[in-house]
């Protein structure tokens, strides 16, 4: 017995946690994780696993059970505890301040002193020390803002092991990184492990689960639904595991049926305000029932791009049309009266106000518009149905119609977003990462969506950071590379994501008159 | 014309400068440190209000100048006390709890004062102290330097020091250090189990403990006495300061500078017979010209900063 004991290094057992508005996050939770591995947390979004792990690091505190570390019983009631028993957090939001120092930030809490005075040079000395034994160089006088995100992960990783951890939980580290950082970050791992630590990971990319861990947990609506060992599940298994039923990972669709060009983009370029051209001579045009990808390692121009299309920046030198008319002057308001929907890559920025309720959030582009407005005052019934149906359509869990959005999860908020934008009758979908951080089932929910709405004649330009998802998805797809277009598919279906990664890295080219090829009238 | 330019390059003009400038210094110091803290803090004048006539009857009744600085002292920190127990504790809104402190610093002062002295405007009829101006052996000789350095009040040095005290405070010391990181990012403060609040409180009051010692001059320094309404928007003019320096300590120092010389500049005016209601505008007018341009430059690099960090 005692055996079967010591070789989980932590066990949490029973655990409910209840949020303040009664709703519960985590029903007995049971989460035994052994020493030396590589545990996976899963399940769909809103599940409860930021939840189960604010829990175990001491940022909330649980109505009922308890966490067995190290075959004693520990209560962890702040960070500080969980830091002192040695059991770090990466958490799914950087927890930096960006315009400190690496060395500052790596310190914080627990500064080396030096007569009264803050010691930055120990600090610096410190980082490097640390990040010479666990092999993750990084440059500790460089302000964290200026560092690219891949850094930032690394930072933070730095900064728990810095602490003296064994455990490291790791929410979502992959959500933003690039699929190179993710294989850095990867190998980092793996080497952690060899070295005996033990580390929870939390992703909804079935592929990584599969590559990186030992074990797994699932969870679905706070409960536990599944643990198993990795080995002996296929991705197809553990998707059904988290969802419930099975989710195609591959995508059915019919060949696309072009008519009328709805945007072209001719000549685009941009340059930051170091005069640093982040888009440059950018053009391609995309058509009714088409859906035009674009790949790319992140910030290689795709972020302005989109933000120039949908009015979000200001234009430099270029044009954008929309059904043959200059848009780039006009407001935002007036773009999204003439058809175009945004699913930004930052939605709490610019998809959906925080404090505001779902249904707020639902009817924020169009509240203004008569068939909502009764007498003079908003039409609470419209408004109501609405709202509800879209609720319903787009499987959004919440509370209430009348939940904060900041209340929901990830992915939640997303669907919000989602169904906004997708309801609003649009004739060009600008969509920016949509489903990054959503589980498998959402994200396939989107992309069907997409699909169907390219179907009924939108035209639709997807960009993401995810291969798989901008071949699948995509008709034709541009890649980019330090803000040039690099090369255009006309047809994505025997493309490999081999062949699009050598134009994404700048290993190949395409001629001018090849990438010519995007531009139709 | 003439009159004007003689004026301004001499020695006078420039000793004169740093006299106005005292007060703005210690308050623009003050701001800096609770906004590197990540509150934002209007209640200065108040604070400055009450700490001013708290030395003046500290001083009066005791008839000792360390009373007056020590009750100044106290009762400034206590409206940065309440400050931080409203903001910080009941979570109220930072700009209203700042405006009610500001204005219960206007009526409440003249309330005291009426009760203590009888007087609604000033406090000429309480016998308080001055705090003395000191020579400095040696440097007074020097022409010039001597003229602009020397024979300044104790607290003008007070305030030089200041600088140094919150640049090492804020940039070299491991306090500092947790008061920006809670300012930028209190969530990673507190994931690494840093107390968010009462890093912000200690924040608060030594904001408040620096600007209490820029009320205390005007009361003994400037002013030999207490009028109501004394800090005539200081404290306002601090915030600005800090705004110009972006929060980082010199340029805060210089940004009092210049306002120190508007106003410098708005008294000799005065004294010209130029029309002196125009004049006194002159100070303001410089502080919201000073917003302009960083406002300008805030807006280029925040747009700048989105770029960099998606
Ligand atoms: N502070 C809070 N108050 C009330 N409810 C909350 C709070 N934080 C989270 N929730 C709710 O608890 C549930 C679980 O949230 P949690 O963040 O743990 O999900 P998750 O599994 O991490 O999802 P994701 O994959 O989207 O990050 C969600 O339904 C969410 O709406
Ligand atoms: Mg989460």
């Given at each position: 017995m005692n055996n079967v004991k010591d070789e989980y290094i932590l066990s949490m057992e029973n655990i409910t946690k209840i949020y303040g508005n009664g709703f519960m996050a985590n029903k007995n939770v049971n989460l035994r994780v052994k020493k030396g591995e590589i545990h996976a947390l899963i399940g769909e979004n809103g599940a409860g696993k930021s939840t189960l792990m604010k829990v175990l690091f001491g940022q909330e505190?649980?109505?009922?059970?308890?966490?067995?570390?190290?075959?004693?019983?520990?209560?962890?009631?702040?960070?500080?505890?969980?830091?002192?028993?040695?059991?770090?957090?990466?958490?799914?939001?950087?927890?930096?301040?960006?315009?400190?120092?690496?060395?500052?930030?790596?310190?914080?809490?627990?500064?080396?002193?030096?007569?009264?005075?803050?010691?930055?040079?120990?600090?610096?000395?410190?980082?490097?020390?640390?990040s010479k034994k666990y092999n993750l160089p990084i440059d500790p006088n460089a302000k964290v803002k200026d560092l690219p995100v891949g850094y930032k992960q690394r930072v933070e990783i730095l900064k728990i092991?810095?602490?003296?951890?064994?455990?490291?939980?790791?929410?979502?580290?992959?959500?933003?990184?690039?699929?190179?950082?993710?294989?850095?970050?990867?190998?980092?791992?793996?080497?952690?492990?060899?070295?005996?630590?033990?580390?929870?990971?939390?992703?909804?990319?079935?592929?990584?689960?599969?590559?990186?861990?030992?074990?797994?947990?699932?969870?679905?609506?706070?409960?536990?639904?599944?643990?198993?060992?990795?080995a002996d599940l296929s991705e197809q298994d553990i998707s059904r595991l988290m969802v419930g039923r099975d989710v195609s990972l591959t995508i059915e669709k019919d060949s696309p049926k072009t008519k009328k060009t709805v945007l072209k983009v001719r000549n685009l370029t941009y340059k930051n305000s170091d005069n640093k051209a982040l888009v440059s001579n950018v053009s391609f045009s995309i058509r009714e029932g088409e859906i035009l990808g674009i790949a790319?390692?992140?910030?290689?121009?795709?972020?302005?791009?989109?933000?120039?299309?949908?009015?979000?920046?200001?234009?430099?030198?270029?044009?954008?049309?929309?059904?043959?008319?200059?848009?780039?002057?006009?407001?935002?308001?007036?773009?999204?009266?003439?058809?175009?929907?945004?699913?930004?890559?930052?939605?709490?920025?610019?998809?959906?106000?925080?404090?505001?309720?779902?249904?707020?959030?639902?009817?924020?582009?169009?509240?203004?518009?008569?068939?909502?407005?009764?007498?003079?005052?908003?039409?609470?019934?419209?408004?109501?149905?609405?709202?509800?149906?879209?609720?319903?359509?787009?499987?959004?869990?919440?509370?209430?119609?009348?939940?904060?959005?900041?209340?929901?999860?990830?992915?939640?908020?997303?669907?919000?977003?989602?169904?906004?934008?997708?309801?609003?009758?649009?004739?060009?979908?600008?969509?920016?990462?949509?489903?990054?951080?959503?589980?498998?089932?959402a994200s396939e929910f989107i992309r069907k969506k997409l699909i169907s709405l390219r179907d009924k004649g939108s035209a639709v330009l997807l960009i993401s950071a995810d291969l798989t998802e901008v071949i699948t998805v995509s008709d034709s797809l541009l890649v980019m590379n330090e803000g040039k277009i690099v090369a255009y598919f006309d047809d994505t279906n025997d493309l490999t994501e081999e062949t699009v990664g050598e134009y994404m890295l700048g290993i190949k080219h395409q001629t001018a008159e090849e990438i010519g090829g995007c531009c139709y009238e | 014309m003439d009159a004007i330019f003689s004026s301004i390059f001499s020695a006078e003009f420039v000793f004169s400068v740093l006299r106005v400038s005292t007060p703005l210094i210690f308050v623009s110091l003050a701001a800096l440190v609770v906004r590197n803290g990540g509150v934002m803090c209007i209640a200065f004048e108040g604070m400055m209000?009450?700490?001013?006539?708290?030395?003046?009857?500290g001083s009066a009744f005791a008839q000792n100048q360390i009373v007056g600085v020590?009750?100044?002292?106290?009762?400034?920190?206590?409206?940065?006390?309440?400050?931080?127990?409203?903001?910080?504790?009941?979570?109220?809104?930072?700009?209203?709890?700042?405006?009610?402190?500001?204005i219960l610093g206007s009526g409440g002062t003249v309330f005291m004062l009426y009760l203590i002295s009888g007087d609604k405007g000033s406090s000429t009829a309480l016998k308080s102290l001055m705090i003395p101006n000191i020579n400095i052996p040696i440097i007074k000789n020097i022409p010039i330097l001597g003229e602009i350095i020397s024979g300044h009040n104790v607290l003008t040095y007070v305030a030089l020091l200041t600088v140094v005290?919150?640049?090492?405070?804020?940039?070299?010391?491991?306090?500092?250090?947790?008061?920006?990181?809670?300012?930028?990012?209190?969530?990673?403060?507190?994931?690494?189990?840093?107390k968010v609040v009462k890093t912000k409180f200690i924040a608060l009051m030594i904001g408040g403990f620096i600007a209490s010692l820029g009320g205390i001059y005007m009361s003994m320094g400037y002013l030999p006495f207490f009028t109501r309404d004394m800090m005539a928007g200081r404290g306002f003019m601090g915030i600005a300061a800090q705004n110009l320096g972006q929060g980082l300590t010199f340029p805060t120092f210089i940004a009092a500078l210049l306002f120190g010389s508007a106003e410098a500049l708005s008294n000799i005016m005065q004294s010209l017979r130029l029309p002196?209601?125009?004049?006194?505008?002159?100070?303001?007018?410089?502080?919201?010209?000073?917003?302009?341009?960083?406002?300008?430059?805030?807006?280029?690099?925040?747009?700048?900063?989105?770029?960099?960090?998606?």
């Open positions: 505190q649980p109505e009922e059970g308890k966490i067995i570390y190290k075959g004693k019983e520990v209560k962890i009631t702040n960070p500080l505890v969980a830091l002192d028993h040695g059991i770090g957090m990466v958490h799914q939001h950087f927890m930096l301040a960006p315009s400190l120092t690496v060395a500052e930030n790596m310190v914080l809490g627990i500064e080396p002193k030096n007569k009264g005075f803050f010691d930055y040079a120990e600090a610096v000395r410190l980082t490097s020390e640390v092991l810095l602490r003296g951890v064994d455990v490291l939980i790791l929410d979502e580290p992959t959500a933003v990184l690039t699929p190179q950082e993710t294989d850095e970050l990867f190998v980092q791992l793996r080497e952690l492990r060899k070295q005996g630590y033990t580390i929870i990971f939390i992703s909804h990319k079935l592929k990584e689960v599969k590559s990186l861990c030992d074990n797994l947990t699932v969870l679905r609506n706070g409960r536990v639904t599944g643990i198993a060992s990795v790319g390692v992140e910030g290689n121009g795709q972020r302005e791009i989109s933000a120039l299309i949908t009015g979000l920046e200001e234009k430099q030198s270029g044009d954008i049309y929309l059904f043959d008319e200059e848009i780039s002057s006009q407001s935002i308001r007036k773009l999204r009266e003439k058809g175009v929907s945004h699913i930004s890559e930052d939605r709490m920025t610019f998809g959906t106000v925080a404090d505001a309720s779902v249904e707020e959030n639902l009817i924020s582009d169009r509240f203004y518009k008569k068939e909502f407005n009764k007498n003079g005052l908003l039409d609470a019934k419209k408004i109501a149905d609405l709202s509800n149906k879209l609720i319903k359509e787009y499987l959004v869990k919440c509370d209430s119609k009348n939940a904060e959005i900041k209340t929901l999860s990830g992915g939640n908020i997303q669907k919000v977003v989602a169904a906004r934008e997708f309801s609003a009758n649009p004739k060009l979908i600008i969509a920016n990462q949509p489903t990054r951080g959503i589980d498998v089932g | 209000l009450f700490s001013a006539l708290g030395a003046v009857i020590l009750l100044g002292l106290i009762m400034g920190m206590a409206i940065a006390a309440i400050f931080a127990y409203f903001v910080l504790v009941l979570n109220s809104n930072g700009v209203l709890t700042g405006l009610a402190l500001n005290f919150v640049y090492l405070l804020i940039n070299k010391t491991p306090l500092g250090l947790r008061i920006r990181s809670v300012g930028e990012n209190p969530h990673a403060a507190e994931s690494v189990g840093i002196s209601e125009l004049m006194q505008m002159v100070p303001y007018i410089f502080t919201l010209v000073g917003l302009m341009l960083v406002g300008g430059d805030k807006n280029k690099k925040a747009s700048k900063k989105e770029a960099k960090n998606e």
